[in-house]
């Protein structure tokens, strides 16, 4: 009876799990870039041995935490000339604080510091993985290979300047997962080294890869099985009890 109730609140704090990182799903469907995170599934059970005892007690067994799907998403069009979306697989890189983080978030602009941001303020780097300073322009141009060009104020059209290089990466080999702060890294908490193989196209904005509808399918199976879970406890309070009762009964 003990490994039966274990059994069933395993799989009610999966479930418990599970509604957060689909609430965390929605929350961040408008966000460009947006990586969705996936559901903790289980992937098994182990079994409490105590010497001289039968196994009594199941725990559940999971996948790694923090994982995300790394599909791309739909690409929208914005004809602004500081958007960006990664084309296919890749990252950009960011940084928040003195920490570097891989991104897809294109919505960019240039901060009150001359900084290119993205739409959380967070620094998008160069190839050296420095914060790009943008100076003040009339035009600008990203290339494909992620090279930035202005064309200064006051120069006559077609004078194109590079001021610097946003830094890609493919990520190629690299295990990949999202850190406490919602941004990815790799396992061991750094970023993939700089490769420029990965591609962006200017005045397009990659949306995110959260699917409201299948988000929302999950989240009403998830309360299904809940509620499944629940009346399973109440079962087994109720067998518990008639097996108190049997016992109990004068011989």
């Known amino acids: 009876m003990d490994k039966y109730i274990h059994t069933v609140l ?19 469907v408008s966000v460009p870039g947006y990586r969705k995170d996936i559901s903790v599934k289980p992937t098994g059970s182990v ?11 199941a725990l559940a067994l999971r996948e790694d935490r923090n994982k995300f799907d790394g599909t791309p998403g739909a690409i929208d069009r914005t004809d602004n000339d500081l958007d960006v979306a990664v084309r296919g697989q890749g990252y950009m890189y960011g940084q928040v604080g003195d920490t570097p983080f891989l991104t897809r978030r294109g919505d960019l602009s240039v901060s009150a ?14 190839a050296e993985l420095n914060p790009i300073d943008i100076p003040p322009n009339r035009k600008i141009k990203i290339s494909e290979d992620g090279q930035i060009f202005i064309t200064p104020i006051g120069a006559e059209d077609g004078v194109e300047q590079q001021v610097d290089t946003i830094g890609l990466t493919l990520a190629t080999g690299a295990l990949l997962k999202k850190s ?3 941004q990815i890294r790799t396992l061991e908490g750094g970023v993939p080294p700089v490769d420029q ?13 959260v699917n409201v509808v299948e988000e929302l399918v999950n989240s009403i199976e998830n309360q299904r099985h809940y509620e499944i879970n629940i009346k399973m406890i109440v079962t087994a309070k109720d067998m518990d009890e008639s097996s108190t009762s049997l016992l109990s009964l004068p011989s």
């Open 113 to 126: 510091q001359g900084q290119l941001v993205n739409g959380a303020g967070q620094n998008i780097l160069n």
């Open 197 to 209: 193989q990965a591609s962006v196209v200017q005045g397009f904005v990659e949306l995110a890869n």
């Open 47 to 57: 079994f409490l041995d105590l010497e001289g005892s039968l196994p009594s007690r």
């Open 180 to 182: 406490p702060d919602g």
């Open 10 to 28: 395993n799989s009610i704090n999966n479930l418990y799990e599970n509604r957060f990182i689909q609430a965390q799903n929605l929350a961040n």
